[in-house]
């Protein structure tokens, strides 16, 4: 899964994952909530932002991967009339990937965070390993 995630993130120009983001995941014991998911955060600043057109590639990426999107995108726009945040689920082989965009100041990030449900049903969480 972390393979899919990176190399779909990276094919659209996506900055690299910030490790601080993805470890928790990482070094979670074995069978809690977050020891079922695979994140990712890549974050972008004033040099080089990221905008709800490259959200929407990540999106895309990830549906030629063959990820069938649950739903439509959920979007809000700021006071300036931009977006500033949006939300979309794929699923795929019994994973569910949320991946998000937001601005905030003058940083941007867009955040993949991938959940096997079997692991997850396992481990007895509901819904995400986010809460």
Sequence with gaps: MRIDLDTSVA???VPANAPEYARPFEDAPAGSPPSCAVAFRGIGDETAPLDFDRFKAVVGELRERDWQQSGGLRERETLDG?????HAILK????TVSVQYGIAEKTSAITLTAYDEACMKRSGADASPLG
């Design 92 to 95: 795929q082989r019994g994973w």
């Design 11 to 13: 094919a659209v120009g």
């Design 82 to 86: 931009v977006i500033g945040e949006a």
